[in-house]
């Protein structure tokens, strides 16, 4: 229902009460005014007292409705905009933030968006010029440019990277990662894709499946998920390393199968590995299990019912999406999926994700390091007394979408960092918009 401000609402209940007749009107005056000594009183009988005490109740319920209201903000096209002190947010502090940015002293940032409360309270946009910045190695061969010079897979060509074709979408890398299992949380809770204990090999053929043992049998789902797969793979080493498996999986015609054949090296379960292609084997499972693709079913089941209208996604060369770090979005629609999981799956009203999804992918599955863990494609990194998570994605060139539960904030970062200098790290920026917050308790 719609709210009315205090005022309305009794001027709503007086005219209501002068339709119900004249004659009752006239009597309910009559029965409650009483002149003594020339002082008048007012007397209520027991039919008025339950008059009143609706009306109180129902005033009551309207202002608490109000103020839920206030502090329940969707973006449901556009994000509405406040101003930070409006937020309790100290602007100063991210004036200073902006200013470093616009300095260079984080590399090439693109872009910065700031919400709190579900309002829009700070946004930047940083130009740059790649053809300048990226020019000399466009149509140089290379291990980030291993086809053709023109084509989607040449990090350095601006036509491609960091924006699609110099518009407003701008690359997230392995954010993609972290979207992927998003969508895999909607068609779980859609009934469309299966429980994630299930076994990665149901879904191929072993005749056609490379180096199968105990350990390959016993992968599942939740281990690709989990960046615990156990595979032989190698990306340690920079992206523009040879060695690079995820280099070296982009350069062949069937990423599938270059994955699913690799020699298992563990356990799967047991150590976190970073591995870009056991997501984009989720992208084959995603195919095989609901018979849509990955891009087709976030347009039609996560995108539109958030109001994203604008993303690019690539394609592999047998035609899947590239899960693992294909989708471009805008830093604004990045932000609304954020923001989604801050809201616990749930959208003005409608659950996209359940709740149980929400919380298992937030949810330390593995430790990376000191500070750091890693959920379902989610990055959680430890803050401030180290008790409390900040949420985030992750991806190459410097895409970092940011949630502090604890602050109601959602922001995001977007940068095209991947040669030796100068870049944005996570950790400094989860301590900067927390130390920006005013209302600490």
Request: proline share 5%; charged share 25%; aromatic share 14%.
């Amino acid at each position: 229902m719609r709210c009315l401000p205090y005022s309305k609402c009794l001027a709503t209940q007086r005219t209501q009460r002068r339709h119900r007749g004249h004659g009752e009107y006239r009597e309910y005056t009559e029965n409650t005014q009483r002149i003594h000594g020339g002082k008048s009183y007012i007397h209520f009988s027991k039919m008025d007292f339950m008059r009143i005490n609706r009306a109180v109740i129902f005033i009551s319920f309207l202002l608490i409705t109000n103020t839920a209201n206030s502090q329940e903000q969707w973006p449901l096209k556009e994000w509405s905009v406040a101003t930070p002190k409006s937020q309790s947010m100290n602007a100063d502090s991210l004036k200073i933030l902006d200013d470093l940015i616009s300095s260079g002293k984080f590399g090439n940032v693109d872009a910065m968006v700031i919400t709190r409360n579900g309002k829009l309270i700070y946004k930047k946009n940083y130009p740059r010029d790649y053809y300048k910045i990226y020019g000399d190695s466009i149509d140089k061969k290379s291990a980030l440019n291993p086809h053709d010079q023109s084509g989607q897979y040449n990090y350095y060509n601006p036509w491609w990277h960091p924006y699609y074709r110099r518009g407003e979408l701008h690359t997230l890398q392995s954010v993609s990662k972290t979207m992927t299992s998003v969508i895999i949380g909607v068609a779980i809770n859609r009934k469309d894709f299966p429980d994630i204990s299930t076994p990665v090999l149901s879904f191929f053929d072993p005749n056609e499946v490379k180096n199968i043992d105990d350990r390959k049998r016993k992968l599942t789902i939740k281990h690709l998920l989990t960046m615990t797969a156990g595979f032989d793979w190698n990306e340690s080493v920079p992206y523009s390393d040879p060695r690079n498996d995820c280099t070296l999986m982009e350069a062949s015609f069937d990423w599938t199968k270059y994955v699913i054949d690799r020699p298992m090296e563990g356990e799967p379960g047991e150590r976190f590995e970073y591995n870009s292609g056991a997501t984009q084997l989720l992208s084959y499972i995603f195919r095989k299990a609901t018979g849509k693709d990955l891009e087709e079913y976030a347009a039609e089941h996560l995108f539109a019912p958030l109001g994203i209208e604008q993303f690019y996604w690539k394609r592999i060369p047998t035609g899947l999406p590239d899960a693992e770090g294909g989708l471009y979005l805008r830093p604004e629609d990045l932000a609304k999926i954020f923001y989604l999981f801050l809201k616990d799956g749930n959208w003005n009203g409608k659950q996209i994700v359940s709740k149980e999804w929400v919380r298992a992918s937030i949810t330390p599955s593995i430790n990376v390091g000191r500070g750091v863990d890693y959920g379902y494609k989610w990055w959680l990194y430890q803050y401030g007394d180290n008790s409390k998570y900040a949420w985030a994605g992750s991806g190459f060139g410097g895409q970092f979408p940011i949630v502090i539960p604890e602050y109601n904030r959602v922001a995001v970062f977007n940068a095209w960092n991947f040669t030796r200098g100068p870049g944005l790290r996570v950790t400094e920026t989860i301590r900067r918009l927390v130390n920006a917050v005013e209302d600490k308790k």
